[in-house]
C-alpha cells in the first residue's frame, strides 16, 4: 500500500472542495493511506506570510518532497501514474496563497506543475487528490483512466 502525505498551510474553506476532498480520500482507501497534514498560515503582508509559511514547511515535512509549483516539470496522467508506482511514499507539498520562498523550492526533490493555469491553492489539492485517483486506478488497471 502507497502512503502518500500532502502538506498545505490554512484551512479548506470552500464548501464544495471540502466534499470533493472527502470523496477522493474515501476512494483511495484501498490504494494508499493519504494523510492531509494542514500547517499553520501566516498573516500579515505577503512576503511575512510566505517566510512564515516556508518555515513552518521546512519544519516539518520530510525530505525528499515534491513540491507543486508554476515552474514545475508537467507529467501527463500516465507519466505520473508511473512517478507515484516507483515508490511506497511520497511527500506532496503545496504552498499558501502567496507560494513558498526559494528555500522550500530548492530543498525540494522535484518541481511538479499541475498546469499551465493558475488554481488557488485550495483548488490544487482536490486536483492532486483526483490525479492521485486516476494514478492508482492506472497502476492496479482499473476503469476510470481513458
Known amino acids: ?15 464544495f472542495i471540502k466534499e470533493g476532498i472527502s470523496h477522493y480520500l474515501k476512494i483511495l482507501k484501498p490504494f494508499a ?14 512576503e511575512k506570510v510566505i517566510e512564515e509559511e516556508s518555515k513552518n ?5 520530510k525530505l525528499p518532497f515534491t513540491l507543486l509549483h508554476k515552474d514545475g516539470i508537467m507529467l501527463d496522467s500516465l507519466e ?8 511506497s511514499i511520497h511527500d506532496f507539498v503545496i504552498g499558501g496563497v502567496y507560494g513558498v520562498n526559494e528555500e ?28 492521485l485517483y ?10 476510470y483512466h481513458y
Open 1 to 15: 500500500m502507497y502512503r502518500i502525505r500532502i502538506y498545505y498551510p490554512g484551512k479548506t474553506k470552500a464548501k
Open 33 to 46: 493511506k493519504i494523510e492531509f497534514i494542514e500547517l499553520k498560515e501566516g498573516h500579515g503582508e505577503a
Open 57 to 61: 514547511i521546512l519544519n516539518v515535512v
Open 80 to 87: 505520473f501514474a508511473e512517478l507515484i508506482k516507483n515508490k
Open 104 to 131: 522550500v523550492i530548492n530543498s525540494a526533490s522535484l518541481l511538479l506543475s499541475l498546469s499551465k493555469l493558475t488554481f488557488t491553492h485550495e483548488m490544487s489539492r482536490l486536483l492532486l487528490l483526483e490525479q
Open 134 to 143: 486516476r494514478s492508482m486506478t492506472i497502476i492496479w488497471g482499473k476503469k
